[in-house]
């Protein structure tokens, strides 16, 4: 009866564990990019919000010139797909539909790296 005990806790603990890894590698939800997020690098300042409806919208400055886009964004696992129906500049984005990573999130934090050019953006969460 104890192996029986000891086993059925074995097995228990292997799911536990086994559901958090999963939801730690892969479980994020849409709602938690919901928001506006801001990232600000040496020669770029980006900003961009999530709605729940699936639309986003945002605005990118160079230095030079500001450009703003829009469109529809979709979650699947880690990966973020921008589908865009709007842009002032078509050629700074190169297609229609981009996609970046989600290496990390957290309630104010995001780092996402660009599956094109590999470039990390560490972003913050703007309330």
Not at 17 to 36: K, N, T
Not at 58 to 77: A, T
Not at 96 to 103: F, L, N, Q, S, T
Request: charged share 25%.
């Amino acid at each position: 009866m104890v192996e029986k005990v000891m086993l059925f806790r074995f097995l228990n603990l292997i799911i536990a564990a086994s559901v958090f890894y999963s939801s730690a590698a892969y479980g994020i939800e849409s709602r938690e990019l919901i928001g506006q997020w801001q990232y600000s690098g040496t020669n770029e300042k980006v900003m961009i919000r999530f709605q729940e409806n699936n639309d986003f919208s945002g605005w990118i400055n160079d230095g030079k010139r500001i450009w703003r886009f829009s469109g529809k964004w979709n979650l699947d696992e880690r990966v973020i797909t921008y589908t865009y129906d709007k842009s002032e500049y078509t050629n700074a984005i190169g297609s229609v539909e981009d996609k970046d990573v989600i290496i990390k999130i957290s309630p104010n934090a995001l780092l996402l790296r660009d599956v094109d050019t590999g470039k990390l953006y560490p972003c913050v969460k703007h309330y």
